[in-house]
């Protein structure tokens, strides 16, 4: 059994649940829980805010060291 989801959320945890009849058969049904994260997309925005921040850092430390008195 395959199927394709025309429109998924970005971000979910989908309980699925599917089933077929056929005449004179049992009825055959199947069901999965599935995870939807954006992995690739969190990398990228972790990664930009940890640049962000370490830049600030270094930015910050030169400026305290600039300011500062000499004994």
């Avoid at 058969?25 to 921040?53: D, E, H, K, N």
């Amino acid at each position: 059994m395959t199927t394709e989801w025309a429109d998924p959320p970005l971000i979910c945890i989908c309980h699925i649940k599917a089933a077929i009849a056929a005449d004179g058969r049992p009825i055959s049904a199947a069901q999965a829980t599935v995870m939807r994260f954006p992995v690739y997309p969190a990398g990228g925005l972790a990664a930009a805010i940890a640049v962000i921040l370490l830049m600030w850092g270094v930015i910050a430390s030169r400026f305290t060291l600039q300011r500062r008195q000499p004994s």
